[in-house]
């Protein structure tokens, strides 16, 4: 059997203080937390310590027919350590509370779970000179995904002390975020690091999501107090945008919370978010209960009232178009799902 793979993780800091409830454990079983996940390697903590372990041949089995079964970071599982296996063994995947979902880029017919069980989702995205240069479509994309996810949804733009007019930007963020908190965040001159760590209690999970070099990690390390390199994670801190964090992994914070760092993607796929698409376009969703067809696609339909909410003004037509792009894709990955 593998001795634990690191000393700083620990179960109780890494569960956040919360464990499910799991009466039918068998003999010689405990719960453990997927903390890390490397090439289909979860790393898990538990109560007797950090194990990096292997599904059961059962949980193999279903991981491959079924992408929902395959462990994710947050993930809560069975754990067992058999004397004959060389690592601990999941025997169970236990169900999810919430779960960060996109489309597999390395299937177009499949799902991919990100993370789970987490509390709170951190949409980062990065502020340059140019207020106007925010990528909107980008942070609404986000923003479905994570609010489909069941958790509650942040959005944290980063690097303000390189934007002279961040309010500027973060007007434009709130003007497509209604509803949802939008922190402007730096970690050179410390604004708003606060407020995240605010929303980052003690037993409590989240994870921050966004392009690669937006600064999520760098956001971690002010929330730690500390250079992550000192826990053996982060390398080449300078290297903008050039997918410094390469795995998804659960960090424990000094109050005891846990936040999930995740690389950055290029852009996310969506699967199946349709209730973040609802979440986060509420005025078109409201408008479409009084369309006069109920699969109208607000393209040309009569009696369509998203269409008229446009023309009286009530709905940002850009907002629309995005708002198309984005059901068209969730309509597809429907289709495609096998
Ligand atoms: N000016 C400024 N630079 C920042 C800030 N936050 C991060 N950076 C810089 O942005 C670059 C990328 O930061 P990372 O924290 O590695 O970004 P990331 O989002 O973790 O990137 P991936 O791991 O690739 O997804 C680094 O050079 C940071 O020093 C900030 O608030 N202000
Ligand atoms: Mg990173
Ligand atoms: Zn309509």
New binding site residues.
């Given amino acids: 059997m593998t001795e634990p793979t690191s000393s700083t993780a620990d179960f109780h800091s890494l569960s956040g203080g919360f464990v499910p409830e799991q009466t039918d454990l068998p003999a010689g079983a405990e719960l453990a937390r997927v903390i890390r996940v490397d090439r289909g390697w979860p790393t898990v903590a538990s109560p007797s310590g950090v194990w990096l372990s292997q599904l059961s041949d059962a949980c193999a089995r279903s991981a491959r027919r079924d992408p929902f079964a395959r462990v994710a970071v947050g993930d809560w599982v069975v754990l067992t350590h058999p004397a004959e296996h060389e690592h601990a063994v999941i025997t169970r995947l236990l169900p999810r509370r919430t779960a960060l979902v996109r489309r597999d880029p390395g299937a177009a017919d499949a799902a991919q779970v990100v993370v789970s069980n987490i509390e709170r989702i951190f949409v980062?995205a990065?502020l340059t000179a140019d207020a106007e240069s925010l990528n909107l479509a980008r942070l609404e994309r986000g923003m479905v995904i994570a609010a489909d996810s069941g958790a509650d949804v942040t959005v944290v733009l980063?690097?303000?002390?390189?934007c002279a007019d961040a309010d500027v930007a973060a007007r434009r963020a709130r003007s497509v975020a209604a509803g949802y908190e939008v922190i402007i965040?730096?970690?050179?001159?410390g604004r708003g690091i606060a407020e995240v760590a605010r929303l980052m209690p003690p037993g409590q999970t989240t994870a921050?999501i966004?392009?690669?070099?937006?600064?999520?990690?760098?956001?971690?390390?002010r929330l730690l107090g500390h250079e992550r390199q000192a826990v053996g994670l982060?390398r080449?801190?300078?290297?903008?945008?050039?997918?410094?964090?390469?795995a998804r992994e659960m960090v424990a914070l000094p109050n005891g919370g846990v936040v999930i760092?995740?690389?950055?993607?290029r852009s996310v796929a969506l699967w199946q978010a349709r209730r973040g698409l609802a979440l986060v376009f509420p005025e078109i969703e409201e408008a479409a209960c009084t369309c006069k067809f109920s699969d109208c696609t607000h393209t040309r339909e009569p009696g369509c009232a998203v269409a008229a909410a446009v023309a009286a003004g009530a709905i940002d037509p850009s907002r629309l178009e995005r708002y198309r792009i984005l059901s068209d894709e969730i309509t597809t990955s429907a289709h495609r799902q096998r």
């Fill in positions: 980062v990065a980063t690097k303000a002390d390189l965040e730096s970690a050179i001159d921050l966004g392009a690669s070099g937006t600064g999520k990690s760098t956001l971690i390390n982060v080449e801190r300078d290297d903008k945008g050039r997918h410094t964090t390469v760092d995740t690389p950055g993607i």
